[in-house]
Protein backbone atom coordinates (compact mmCIF):
# COMPACT_ATOMS: atom_id res chain seq x y z
CA UNK A 1 0.00 0.00 0.00
CA UNK A 2 1.37 3.33 -0.91
CA UNK A 3 2.47 5.83 1.99
CA UNK A 4 -0.23 8.33 2.48
CA UNK A 5 1.31 11.77 0.67
CA UNK A 6 1.66 15.11 2.50
CA UNK A 7 0.56 18.15 0.70
CA UNK A 8 2.62 20.88 0.68
CA UNK A 9 0.66 24.33 1.96
CA UNK A 10 -0.77 26.55 -0.92
CA UNK A 11 1.39 29.79 -1.22
CA UNK A 12 -1.52 32.67 -1.08
CA UNK A 13 -0.82 36.43 -0.54
CA UNK A 14 -1.81 37.44 3.11
CA UNK A 15 -3.84 40.21 4.59
CA UNK A 16 -1.72 41.19 6.81
CA UNK A 17 2.30 42.64 6.59
CA UNK A 18 2.85 40.78 9.86
CA UNK A 19 3.43 37.10 10.00
CA UNK A 20 4.19 35.86 13.59
CA UNK A 21 6.82 34.85 14.96
CA UNK A 22 7.22 31.34 14.82
CA UNK A 23 8.05 29.50 17.51
CA UNK A 24 9.29 25.70 18.88
CA UNK A 25 8.96 24.24 21.90
CA UNK A 26 10.85 21.17 22.58
CA UNK A 27 12.47 19.10 25.38
CA UNK A 28 13.09 15.82 26.63
CA UNK A 29 10.10 13.08 27.93
CA UNK A 30 8.28 14.55 31.14
CA UNK A 31 10.05 17.97 30.89
CA UNK A 32 6.74 19.88 30.70
CA UNK A 33 6.37 20.69 26.75
CA UNK A 34 3.06 20.57 27.00
CA UNK A 35 2.64 22.98 30.02
CA UNK A 36 4.83 25.22 28.32
CA UNK A 37 2.59 25.37 25.72
CA UNK A 38 -0.75 25.69 27.60
CA UNK A 39 1.74 28.96 29.42
CA UNK A 40 2.45 30.39 25.98
CA UNK A 41 -1.47 29.91 24.95
CA UNK A 42 -2.42 32.07 28.96
CA UNK A 43 -0.13 34.96 27.90
CA UNK A 44 -1.71 35.60 23.80
CA UNK A 45 0.59 33.13 21.36
CA UNK A 46 -1.31 30.83 19.08
CA UNK A 47 -0.53 27.85 19.76
CA UNK A 48 -0.73 23.59 18.69
CA UNK A 49 0.82 20.26 19.06
CA UNK A 50 2.63 18.00 17.11
CA UNK A 51 0.80 15.61 19.39
CA UNK A 52 -2.60 16.67 18.97
CA UNK A 53 -2.19 17.11 14.94
CA UNK A 54 -0.99 13.32 14.56
CA UNK A 55 -4.25 12.47 17.10
CA UNK A 56 -6.01 14.58 14.29
CA UNK A 57 -4.70 12.70 11.70
CA UNK A 58 -4.94 9.18 12.83
CA UNK A 59 -8.68 9.85 12.93
CA UNK A 60 -8.98 12.27 9.87
CA UNK A 61 -6.85 10.38 7.42
CA UNK A 62 -8.30 6.88 6.19
CA UNK A 63 -5.52 6.52 4.28
CA UNK A 64 -3.02 6.65 6.78
CA UNK A 65 -4.98 4.82 9.34
CA UNK A 66 -5.53 1.82 6.77
CA UNK A 67 -0.93 1.86 6.71
CA UNK A 68 -0.78 1.97 10.27
CA UNK A 69 -3.43 -0.66 10.92
CA UNK A 70 -1.93 -3.01 8.20
CA UNK A 71 1.68 -2.80 9.66
CA UNK A 72 0.57 -2.90 12.91
CA UNK A 73 -1.84 -4.90 13.07
CA UNK A 74 -5.85 -4.55 14.18
CA UNK A 75 -5.13 -4.53 18.17
CA UNK A 76 -4.05 -1.54 17.95
CA UNK A 77 -7.42 -0.27 17.43
CA UNK A 78 -9.38 0.49 20.73
CA UNK A 79 -13.50 -0.12 21.20
CA UNK A 80 -14.68 2.44 19.07
CA UNK A 81 -12.56 1.38 16.27
CA UNK A 82 -10.23 3.94 16.12
CA UNK A 83 -6.36 3.84 16.79
CA UNK A 84 -5.68 3.92 20.50
CA UNK A 85 -2.28 5.59 20.51
CA UNK A 86 -1.15 3.95 24.05
CA UNK A 87 -1.82 0.54 22.33
CA UNK A 88 0.69 2.02 19.10
CA UNK A 89 2.94 3.84 21.36
CA UNK A 90 3.95 0.09 23.20
CA UNK A 91 4.40 -1.63 20.00
CA UNK A 92 6.54 1.15 18.36
CA UNK A 93 8.65 2.10 21.29
CA UNK A 94 9.93 -0.93 21.85
CA UNK A 95 10.44 -1.55 18.27
CA UNK A 96 12.48 0.57 16.38
CA UNK A 97 11.95 -0.34 13.19
CA UNK A 98 8.29 0.24 13.63
CA UNK A 99 8.94 3.51 15.06
CA UNK A 100 11.35 4.58 12.08
CA UNK A 101 8.60 3.56 9.89
CA UNK A 102 5.97 5.08 11.48
CA UNK A 103 7.56 8.44 12.48
CA UNK A 104 9.14 8.49 8.60
CA UNK A 105 4.93 8.10 7.59
CA UNK A 106 3.76 10.88 10.18
CA UNK A 107 6.71 13.20 10.09
CA UNK A 108 6.26 14.86 6.42
CA UNK A 109 2.02 14.95 7.05
CA UNK A 110 2.46 17.21 10.91
CA UNK A 111 4.76 19.60 9.23
CA UNK A 112 2.61 20.10 6.26
CA UNK A 113 -0.02 20.46 8.84
CA UNK A 114 1.62 22.96 11.58
CA UNK A 115 2.74 25.18 8.12
CA UNK A 116 -0.48 25.52 6.95
CA UNK A 117 -1.41 26.51 10.52
CA UNK A 118 0.99 29.14 10.31
CA UNK A 119 0.37 30.51 7.05
CA UNK A 120 -3.67 30.94 7.76
CA UNK A 121 -2.59 32.78 11.33
CA UNK A 122 -0.24 35.26 8.87
CA UNK A 123 -3.36 35.39 6.72
CA UNK A 124 -5.48 37.43 9.37
CA UNK A 125 -5.84 40.72 9.73
CA UNK A 126 -4.53 41.00 13.04
CA UNK A 127 -2.66 37.84 13.51
CA UNK A 128 -1.12 36.68 16.38
CA UNK A 129 2.61 38.08 17.35
CA UNK A 130 3.65 34.68 18.03
CA UNK A 131 3.11 31.27 17.26
CA UNK A 132 4.37 28.06 19.11
CA UNK A 133 4.25 24.49 17.92
CA UNK A 134 5.03 21.85 20.47
CA UNK A 135 7.69 19.97 18.27
CA UNK A 136 9.36 16.97 20.47
CA UNK A 137 11.89 15.61 17.72
CA UNK A 138 12.62 19.06 16.75
CA UNK A 139 16.44 18.64 16.44
CA UNK A 140 16.62 14.55 15.59
CA UNK A 141 14.68 15.74 12.51
CA UNK A 142 16.42 18.76 11.97
CA UNK A 143 13.17 20.61 12.30
CA UNK A 144 14.64 23.64 13.75
CA UNK A 145 15.11 25.26 10.36
CA UNK A 146 11.54 25.78 10.10
CA UNK A 147 11.18 27.71 12.94
CA UNK A 148 12.57 31.49 13.97
CA UNK A 149 13.19 31.00 17.37
CA UNK A 150 13.10 27.41 19.29
CA UNK A 151 12.71 27.00 23.24
CA UNK A 152 13.69 23.91 25.07
CA UNK A 153 12.39 23.16 28.17
CA UNK A 154 14.30 20.97 30.45
CA UNK A 155 14.34 18.99 34.12
CA UNK A 156 15.89 17.06 36.40
CA UNK A 157 16.00 12.74 35.69
CA UNK A 158 14.04 12.70 38.72
CA UNK A 159 11.55 15.52 38.13
CA UNK A 160 10.87 13.83 34.68
CA UNK A 161 9.89 10.22 35.57
CA UNK A 162 7.72 11.63 38.40
CA UNK A 163 5.57 13.13 35.30
CA UNK A 164 6.08 9.72 33.52
CA UNK A 165 3.81 6.46 33.76
CA UNK A 166 6.61 3.88 33.00
CA UNK A 167 9.95 3.95 32.59
CA UNK A 168 11.60 6.85 29.78
CA UNK A 169 14.89 4.19 29.08
CA UNK A 170 13.62 2.97 25.80
CA UNK A 171 12.19 6.42 24.49
CA UNK A 172 15.13 8.49 25.30
CA UNK A 173 17.95 6.36 24.02
CA UNK A 174 17.26 7.63 20.22
CA UNK A 175 17.12 11.34 21.76
CA UNK A 176 19.43 14.42 21.65
CA UNK A 177 20.52 14.77 25.27
CA UNK A 178 18.72 18.09 26.84
CA UNK A 179 22.17 19.70 27.65
CA UNK A 180 22.99 19.74 23.36
CA UNK A 181 19.06 20.42 23.02
CA UNK A 182 20.32 23.70 25.22
CA UNK A 183 23.03 24.80 23.43
CA UNK A 184 21.24 25.35 20.29
CA UNK A 185 18.16 27.13 21.48
CA UNK A 186 17.25 30.48 21.78
CA UNK A 187 15.85 30.12 25.16
CA UNK A 188 16.26 27.62 27.85
CA UNK A 189 13.81 26.53 31.30
CA UNK A 190 14.73 24.49 33.59
CA UNK A 191 10.96 23.26 34.68
CA UNK A 192 11.27 22.58 37.93
CA UNK A 193 9.42 25.44 39.94
CA UNK A 194 6.06 26.29 39.76
CA UNK A 195 3.35 27.25 37.19
CA UNK A 196 4.08 30.62 38.39
CA UNK A 197 7.74 30.34 37.44
CA UNK A 198 6.60 28.81 34.44
CA UNK A 199 4.60 32.42 33.89
CA UNK A 200 7.28 34.75 34.12
CA UNK A 201 9.57 32.37 32.16
CA UNK A 202 6.86 32.63 29.19
CA UNK A 203 5.88 36.18 29.62
CA UNK A 204 9.80 37.29 29.43
CA UNK A 205 10.01 35.35 25.80
CA UNK A 206 6.65 36.95 24.59
CA UNK A 207 7.76 40.77 25.45
CA UNK A 208 11.33 39.73 23.95
CA UNK A 209 9.70 38.34 20.93
CA UNK A 210 6.69 40.78 20.73
CA UNK A 211 9.38 43.97 20.89
Given at each position: ??????????????S??????A?A???G???????T?????R?G???????E???E???????L???V??R????????D??I???????????D??A??????????????????????????P??P?V??????????????????????VT???????????????N?E???????????????????????????????G??A????
Amino acid sequence: MPSPKATPPRLRTTSSSRRPVAVAVTGGIGAGKSETLRAFARHGAAVVSSDEIVHELLRENGELKRAVVERLGKEILGDDGEIDRGKVGRIVFSDPQALAWLESLLHPLVVSRYLGWREELAEQPDPPAVCVTEVPLLYEVGGEARFDKVVVVTAPADVRISRRIGPLQNREQRLIPDEEKAKRADFVYVNDGTLEDLDRFVSGVIATLSR
